[in-house]
C-alpha cells in the first residue's frame, strides 16, 4: 500500500471512532455483536499500519487504545448477557489473558467456547473439513470444466454476453445475487421461447418441460450438471455474510462451461483459485464505449432534469426526497431495499416508460437491471453498512455511478452530487481498485458429523480455525450464532437447528425475528402441522413492508421443514401487498 494510502486509512479509522463510540454507547443489548465485529476490523486495519515507518507512535497507540477499550467495554457487556443466559461465573479478564491475539482477531464469545473444546473434537474437524475447501466438492473436481471471466466496468456487456452462451446451452443455469435479477432473466428467457424455471427463497415457478433455470445462489443445486452456467456479480465473492455462496458455486458447480461476470478487482483472486483448481481459463475485459463525464457543477435539488437518479443511502432520505418532488410536481420512482421486487418493477417500468422523470434510489440500483439513467447524483457520499458509517469505496462509486449512459439512449453519462463532493467522486472513479484479496468460505452441512459438541460450539470452532490456503476467509457467523441463542430453550435436534439456523430474515426486525420464534412454538410446542398464516396490518408503508417479509418467512419456513402451506395464498397475497405498497409510492403517501 502506498505511504499516502496508508495515512489516509489512518486517518479514516482515527476520525471515525468517536462516531462509533457514541452509537455502541446508544444501542441495544442486541446489537453489540454486530458492533464488536466493526471495532475488531477497525484493530485489525491498525494493526496492519502499526509497522509504517513515517507513523506516529504516541498517536498510533492513543487510537488503539480507545479501540481496544471500547472493545473491552463491548465484550464485557456481551459476556455478562452469556452468564445470565447460560447460569455460568465466567470472568474477562480469566478468559483474555492467555488468549489476547485470539481475543481481538475473534471476539469474546469464540473464544470462551472454542477454549473448552475438547482436544477430540479438533480431530474431528480434521477428518470432515479438507485442508483445501476445493476438496469439499468432490464430483465437481472430477468435472471437466472451463472458466470464462467476463470482467470490467459496469454497464458493458457482461452478463448480456454470458447470457448468449446460456441462451444457445442444452442446459444451464443463471445465479443472481438478487430475486429481481433472477425474475428478470426468467422471464426474459420465456418470452424468447427459452423454457426457463425460477428458484429463489421466495418462489419456485415450474415450467413443464423446462432446461434452463434462473435462481438465487444460494438456491443453487450442486447435484445437477449443466452445459452453461453463468455465475454473476463475482465481486461479492468477499462479502463476509454472503461470499459464501458464490465460493461454493465456483469450486462446486458441474458445467462444462462456467461464465462468471462481475467486477476487474477480483481477476488476480479468481485466477489464484482457478489455477489452485487445474483448470482452463479465459479472461475477457470490458471497458465503457460510453464516457462518463463528472460534473464541476454541484447539483441543487432543483436542477433535476428527466433522466436523473438520486442516489441517497437511507430509506428515510429517499423518501423524504420523493415528497419533495412531489410537492413541485415531479414525479419520480423510488427504489430502496425493503420494497418488494413486484414493486421494484413496477417502479423501474414507470420509469422505463418516462411516466415517472427522475429515479429516486438507495445504492440498490448498483446491482441488476440496467435502466435509462443520464446522470447518476450522489447525494451523499457516507453509508452505513450495517456495522459503521463510512465513505463509499472506489468500487461502490463505479458500480452505482457506472449506470448513468445507457447504450443506444444516451451518448453519455454523466455523474454528479449534491455539496462539495465532486473531487471524491471523481477520485473515486479514476482510482484503481484494492484487489480482493480473499473467498469467503461457509460450513457445510458436513458439520452435523462432528459429535460430542452442541453446533453453536462447532460453529465456533470452526470459525476459529485458521485456513491453510491463504485466498479463502471464513464467513462471519454471529446472525448464525444469533439464531442458535434464540432456539436454545427449545432443545431441538440438530438437523432441524441447522435448517432454522438457515432460513433467511433480517434479525434487525423485532418483528421478524418475533413471528420466526411463534412459528417455532406453532409447530414444536402446540405441535400443529402448518403455520398460521401472519394477518394483515395497518396500511402503512414500514408495516406493509413488514408484513410482505413476514409471508417471505412463512414461505421459507414452511419449505425448509417441509410443511403444509398455502402457495395460492402467499403469491396471490404477495401482489396485493406490492400493489398497495405501489399506490403509496406512487400517490407519495407513505405515513
Known amino acids: 500500500m502506498k505511504i499516502g494510502a496508508i495515512e489516509r486509512n489512518f486517518r479514516k479509522i482515527k476520525n471515525g471512532f468517536n462516531q462509533?463510540?457514541?452509537?455502541v454507547r446508544h444501542s441495544k443489548k442486541g446489537a453489540l455483536f454486530e458492533h464488536e465485529v466493526a471495532i475488531r476490523k477497525k484493530l485489525k486495519e491498525l494493526l496492519e499500519l502499526k509497522d509504517y515507518k513515517n507513523c506516529n507512535k504516541d498517536e498510533y497507540e492513543l487510537v488503539y487504545k480507545d479501540y481496544l477499550q471500547l472493545l473491552n467495554y463491548v465484550s464485557k457487556i456481551i459476556l455478562e448477557g452469556y452468564n445470565l443466559k447460560n447460569n455460568s461465573h465466567f470472568k474477562f479478564q480469566d478468559i483474555i489473558d492467555n488468549n489476547f491475539d485470539g481475543y481481538v482477531r475473534s471476539g469474546i464469545i469464540t473464544i470462551l467456547v472454542s477454549e473448552h473444546i475438547p482436544i477430540l473434537v479438533a480431530k474431528q474437524f480434521d477428518k470432515v473439513f479438507p485442508s483445501n475447501p476445493k476438496n469439499e466438492y468432490k464430483s465437481a473436481r472430477s468435472f471437466k470444466r472451463k472458466i470464462y471471466l467476463h470482467l470490467g466496468d459496469t454497464n458493458t456487456g457482461k452478463t448480456y454476453n454470458a447470457m448468449e452462451k446460456l441462451k444457445s446451452s442444452s442446459k444451464g443455469i443463471y445465479l443472481s445475487p438478487?430475486?429481481?435479477?433472477?425474475?428478470?432473466?426468467?422471464?426474459?428467457?420465456?418470452?424468447?421461447?427459452?423454457?426457463?424455471?425460477?428458484?429463489?427463497?421466495?418462489?419456485?415457478?415450474?415450467?413443464?418441460?423446462?432446461?434452463?433455470?434462473?435462481?438465487?445462489?444460494?438456491?443453487?443445486?450442486?447435484?445437477?450438471?449443466?452445459?452453461?452456467?453463468?455465475i454473476d456479480e463475482i465481486q461479492m465473492i468477499g462479502d463476509d455474510l454472503r461470499g459464501a455462496a458464490w465460493t461454493r458455486a465456483l469450486l462446486g458447480i458441474r458445467s462444462d462451461e462456467i461464465h462468471i461476470c462481475g467486477a476487474e478487482n477480483t481477476k488476480q483472486l479468481l485466477i489464484e483459485i482457478i489455477e489452485d483448481l487445474g483448470e482452463e481459463y479465459e479472461i475477457i475485459t470490458y471497458k465503457r464505449t460510453i464516457p462518463l463525464i463528472v460534473e464541476d457543477n454541484a447539483f441543487s435539488y432543483r436542477s433535476a432534469k428527466v433522466g436523473d437518479a438520486l442516489v441517497a443511502f437511507s430509506k428515510k432520505k429517499v423518501l423524504e426526497l420523493a415528497y419533495y418532488y412531489k410537492e413541485l410536481g415531479i414525479k419520480a420512482s423510488i427504489i430502496y431495499g425493503d420494497l418488494p421486487p413486484e414493486v421494484r418493477k413496477k417502479q423501474y417500468q414507470l420509469f422505463l416508460k418516462k411516466e415517472n422523470t427522475i429515479l429516486i434510489t438507495t445504492d440498490a440500483i448498483g446491482m441488476g437491471v440496467n435502466l435509462p439513467i443520464k446522470r447518476i447524483i450522489f447525494m451523499d457520499i457516507k453509508k452505513y453498512d450495517g456495522r459503521e458509517f463510512r465513505y463509499l469505496s472506489s468500487?461502490?462509486?463505479?458500480?452505482?455511478?457506472?449506470?448513468?449512459?445507457?447504450?443506444?439512449?444516451?451518448?453519455?453519462?454523466?455523474?454528479?452530487?449534491?455539496?462539495?463532493?465532486?473531487?471524491?467522486?471523481?477520485?473515486?472513479?479514476?482510482?484503481?481498485?484494492?484487489?480482493?484479496?480473499?473467498?469467503?468460505?461457509?460450513?457445510?452441512e458436513e458439520i452435523l458429523k462432528i459429535k460430542g459438541i452442541?453446533?453453536?460450539?462447532?460453529?465456533?470452532?470452526?470459525?476459529?480455525?485458521e485456513e491453510k490456503i491463504d485466498f479463502y476467509t471464513?464467513?462471519?457467523?454471529?446472525e448464525y450464532i444469533m439464531v442458535l441463542d434464540y432456539i436454545k430453550k427449545y432443545r431441538l435436534e440438530e438437523k432441524i437447528e441447522w435448517k432454522l439456523m438457515r432460513i433467511p430474515f433480517d434479525l434487525s426486525k423485532d418483528g421478524l425475528v418475533k413471528a420466526f420464534?411463534?412459528?417455532?412454538?406453532?409447530?414444536?410446542?402446540?405441535?400443529?402441522?402448518?403455520?398460521?398464516?401472519?394477518?394483515?396490518?395497518?396500511?402503512?408503508?414500514?408495516?406493509?413492508?413488514?408484513?410482505?417479509?413476514k409471508i417471505n418467512l412463512y414461505y421459507s419456513f414452511s419449505k425448509a421443514l417441509n410443511l403444509q402451506f398455502d402457495e395460492n395464498w402467499v403469491y396471490e397475497e404477495r401482489i396485493k401487498v406490492s400493489e398497495h405498497i405501489n399506490e403509496l409510492l406512487i400517490g407519495t403517501k407513505f405515513y
Not at 445507457?406 to 454528479?416: A, E
Not at 452442541?454 to 480455525?465: C, D, G, N, P
Not at 394483515?536 to 410482505?548: D, F, M, R, T, V
Request: some cysteine; glycine content about 6%; charged content about 30%.
Open 454 to 465: 452442541s453446533l453453536k460450539e462447532k460453529l465456533v470452532l470452526w470459525s476459529t480455525r
Open 474 to 478: 471464513k464467513m462471519d457467523i454471529t
Open 20 to 23: 462509533m463510540d457514541n452509537i
Open 178 to 230: 438478487l430475486r429481481i435479477l433472477a425474475l428478470e432473466n426468467f422471464e426474459k428467457l420465456n418470452e424468447e421461447g427459452i423454457k426457463c424455471s425460477l428458484l429463489t427463497g421466495e418462489e419456485e415457478i415450474i415450467v413443464e418441460g423446462f432446461k434452463h433455470v434462473c435462481c438465487t445462489i444460494e438456491k443453487l443445486d450442486l447435484k445437477q450438471s449443466y452445459e452453461v452456467s453463468v
Open 517 to 549: 420464534l411463534s412459528y417455532i412454538d406453532e409447530i414444536f410446542i402446540l405441535k400443529n402441522e402448518e403455520l398460521n398464516k401472519p394477518t394483515y396490518p395497518i396500511k402503512e408503508l414500514n408495516e406493509l413492508e413488514i408484513y410482505y417479509q
Open 395 to 444: 468500487q461502490e462509486v463505479k458500480q452505482i455511478g457506472g449506470r448513468a449512459g445507457r447504450k443506444g439512449i444516451y451518448d453519455k453519462g454523466y455523474v454528479l452530487s449534491f455539496g462539495s463532493n465532486q473531487d471524491f467522486i471523481r477520485d473515486k472513479l479514476n482510482i484503481e481498485d484494492e484487489p480482493e484479496e480473499k473467498a469467503v468460505i461457509g460450513p457445510s
